[in-house]
């Protein structure tokens, strides 16, 4: 049994603002159920403070701040979360990075370099505790001041730094490092100095034992001056020392057979029960309600990263084809007002929601035919697996973890595939994809088969959860 120490800046369903909250709040509790003695540490935010009950553990002094840690147990689970407690930093509302205009806080870097700190106390056991990890897992750039301040320990624990997304890196001036009054040796170009600036994440990447990020295409792409914003050079010198590990999905809550948002429930071998929920979103995104007419899907954030711009090129052409698509999501103004002009103009055709709702995601995965994913980059990426696991082929760019989790569908592939993949990202690569999806649809014996080779594949956490496992214990 090992005795890890998993270090995150948010944690579903404590607060969540992306992809590293799912991770925090099911790669534990899935190494629990493997025998692991797993404890979560993480800021002790406003939004935690109101809604979770939680015991006084001690108190630490670090950088001259007397901060308390407290304890709760992760909801659902028997995972114990250790909150770092300091009002000053933490005892605010919203998003723990930006304020409400998405300006970064302004001592943001104060705050994560004390959750840092204490996450080092806690690690090397002088807290009071009575319990030292035998590996401490941090995440993402909020964390990767803990390997660099362990690297300075003897008797230290065994560090992994995991990568969700390479595009955030905690990049801070000079002045920001010395107020922070962090040590001095670790300011050289292959320790946290980057350019000149001070960088979180290179403390990860540097002074890490091991490396991984969320699929094992990503992990090559960020070797490469595309993906890797800078550190390229650092990560394939530590190639070694890197690998890819897919997330798993919540299979509770993103099941057919269950899921309490669709109007029917359905499975693979009750395909034909899917049909209504297709006719139910139809008539929910009012559009003309027509069994046979594929109907397309996509949901996210809508930023470059996820290639709005190409659906957005593609959709004058979709438009003029016997096809009809639903879109979810909110982000870039600009592409918000042009899906909207497109959806007025051809009410018949596209219907657009701006906006985050849960139970319509679960409804577009169980009523559409086709997803589209076109992202220019995608670490993992979610939807991808949500719509195997729901019967929907999706059309994916070949990057990241879309590249890792949906087989093409080719002459020579029906037994495996499971959607539709493209290399360029292009509109004209996606448009092919999408014309090679139609003629697919109309071979109906072929379409039900890679739905079924789609449903059958394994997304769970214990899959992955069993590689962080066999992962620390190579250390
Ligand atoms: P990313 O983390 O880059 O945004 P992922 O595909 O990894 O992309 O995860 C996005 C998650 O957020 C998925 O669970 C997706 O269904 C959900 N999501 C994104 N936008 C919306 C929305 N507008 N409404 C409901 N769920 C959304």
């Known amino acids: 049994m090992k005795k890890i120490l998993f270090a995150s800046s948010e944690t579903h369903p404590l607060i969540k603002t992306g992809g590293l909250a799912d991770v925090a709040g099911s790669l534990p509790a899935a190494l629990s159920e493997l025998g692991q003695d797993i404890r979560i540490i993480m800021p002790n935010y406003q939004a935690i403070k109101h809604q979770q009950p939680s015991r006084q553990l001690g108190s630490i002094m670090v950088n001259n701040c007397e901060v308390q840690l407290l304890e709760t147990v992760l909801p659902d689970t028997n995972v114990t979360v250790w909150l770092v407690d300091y009002p000053p930093f933490f005892d605010f509302p919203g998003n723990p990075y930006v304020d409400a205009n998405g300006e970064a806080w302004p001592d943001i870097a104060d705050r994560f370099a004390l959750f840092c700190r204490i996450v080092t106390e806690v690690a090397m056991n002088r807290v009071d505790l009575d319990w030292q990890p035998d590996v401490v897992h941090c995440n993402d750039w909020q964390t990767g001041l803990v390997p660099a301040l362990l690297s300075l320990e003897t008797q230290r624990p065994e560090t992994v730094f995991t990568i969700h997304n390479m595009a955030y890196q905690g990049t801070f001036d000079r002045d920001t ?37 969320v699929s094992p295409t990503y992990a090559l792409e960020i070797q490469t001056a595309e993906f890797g914003y800078g550190l390229e050079g650092l990560l394939s010198y530590r190639q070694d020392k890197l690998t890819g590990i897919i997330n798993g999905i919540d299979t509770a809550i993103w099941n057919p057979a269950t899921d309490a948002s669709l109007p029917q429930t359905y499975s693979a071998s009750k395909l034909a029960d899917k049909q209504s929920n297709k006719t139910a979103l139809q008539q929910r995104m009012s559009l003309p309600v ?57 009410p018949d055709k596209i219907a657009i929601n701006i906006g985050y709702n849960e139970s319509l995601a679960h409804q577009i995965e169980a009523g559409v035919d086709v997803f589209l994913m076109p992202s220019r980059f995608e670490p993992c990426g979610l939807n991808q697996m949500y719509s195997q696991r729901y019967g929907t082929l999706p059309i994916v760019r070949k990057t990241g973890g879309l590249a890792d989790t949906v087989i093409d569908a080719l002459p020579h592939t029906l037994n495996t595939a499971t959607g539709i993949v493209f ?24 379409w039900k088969k890679i739905q079924r080779n789609a449903m059958a594949k394994d997304f769970s956490w214990q899959n992955s959860a069993n590689q962080y496992l066999a992962l620390y214990q190579q250390l």
């Open 177 to 213: 490092y010395v107020q922070l009054n962090l040590p001095g040796q670790l300011w050289h170009p292959e320790g946290l100095e980057y350019h000149g600036m001070m960088s979180f994440i290179k403390g990860g990447l540097a002074f890490a034992d091991r490396i991984t990020t």
């Open 290 to 346: 027509d069994e046979k007419i594929p109907l397309f899907g996509l949901i996210g954030r809508l930023v470059e990263q996820k290639g709005i711009d190409l659906v957005l090129s593609c959709l004058a052409e979709m438009v003029e084809m016997p096809l009809q698509f639903v879109l979810l999501g909110s982000g870039d103004k600009a592409y918000e007002q042009q899906l909207q002009g497109f959806a007025s103009q051809y």
């Open 423 to 446: 290399n360029d990202a292009n509109p004209s690569a996606l448009m092919e994809a999408i014309k090679r999806s139609l003629v697919l649809f109309d071979n109906k014996t072929h």
